[in-house]
């Protein structure tokens, strides 16, 4: 099983649905990030998580909402999906700074198409 | 200007070249990452370094802080390595700030 597991893989939905990405993790991580990635544009942050009880926004947070609802889940909802939310959405884990281990951990991406 | 700056866009290369990807930043930072992004868009982390020069098998990273620019190279390279390379920094609190990649294609 992979370490970082995003569902769904692909998704197809109308303006104006709720929908929601969730993100789980084996990796032990106690941060947890949700990024969106358009075609011509580097990776950009839309939440982060430290622990549980630590969410913040990133540079594009509006029109998303997150959910920590454990150490190892980390959900991204759209309340009212409009078609330039149409993207590709990461999941990544990492450790707490001076972790031996501080990388980052990436799930394989949902492909949102809104229409 | 982008706080990340990768160079080339996009890389053409023939089987057994041996490749460079550039990277430069304009902020602090508290290590560097290379990653590569198959077709399929699945991420994987390749190297995460603060100093010096790490290898990887055909891989090598290198990283001048003074200079704030870092290499990826690939030596021998093959149509496998086909990917985009994407150069991110690390910040002082912990979120990753992305170039937009590179694109390598390897012809055989």
């Known amino acids: 099983d992979a370490d970082v597991t995003q569902t769904p893989r692909n998704r197809i939905t109308k303006t104006g649905k709720r929908i929601m990405l969730e993100c789980s993790q084996t990796?032990?991580?106690?941060?947890m990030y949700w990024y969106r990635q358009d075609p011509g544009l580097g990776l950009r942050l839309i939440y982060y998580?430290?622990?549980?009880?630590?969410?913040n926004k990133g540079e594009i947070s509006d029109g998303y909402s997150v959910s920590r609802q454990a150490q190892a889940k980390f959900s991204l909802s759209l309340e009212s999906a409009i078609p330039n939310q149409t993207a590709l959405y990461f999941c990544?884990?990492?450790?707490?700074?001076?972790?031996?281990?501080?990388?980052?951990?990436f799930g394989s991406g949902t492909r949102l198409t809104v229409v | 200007k982008n706080e990340v700056e990768q160079s080339p866009q996009n890389l053409t290369a023939q089987e057994g070249e041996f490749i460079t990807i550039n990277c430069s930043y304009s902020?602090?930072?508290?290590?560097l990452h290379w990653l590569q992004q198959h077709p399929g868009g699945g991420i994987v982390s390749l190297f995460m370094?603060?100093?010096g020069k790490k290898k990887h098998g055909r891989l090598i990273a290198t990283i001048n802080i003074q200079e704030k620019h870092s290499s990826l190279h690939i030596t021998a390279s093959h149509p496998r390595d086909s990917a985009v390379y994407i150069c991110?920094?690390?910040?002082?609190?912990?979120?990753?700030?992305f170039g937009k990649g590179t694109k390598l294609s390897v012809k055989p």
């Open positions: 990544a884990t990492s450790a707490s700074p001076g972790g031996i281990n501080y990388g980052y951990t």
């Open positions: 990796k032990g991580h106690d941060r």
């Open positions: 998580s430290f622990d549980v009880k630590d969410i």
């Open positions: 902020v602090g930072i508290s290590a």
């Open positions: 370094l603060s100093s």
């Open positions: 991110a920094v690390r910040g002082s609190q912990g979120n990753l700030i």
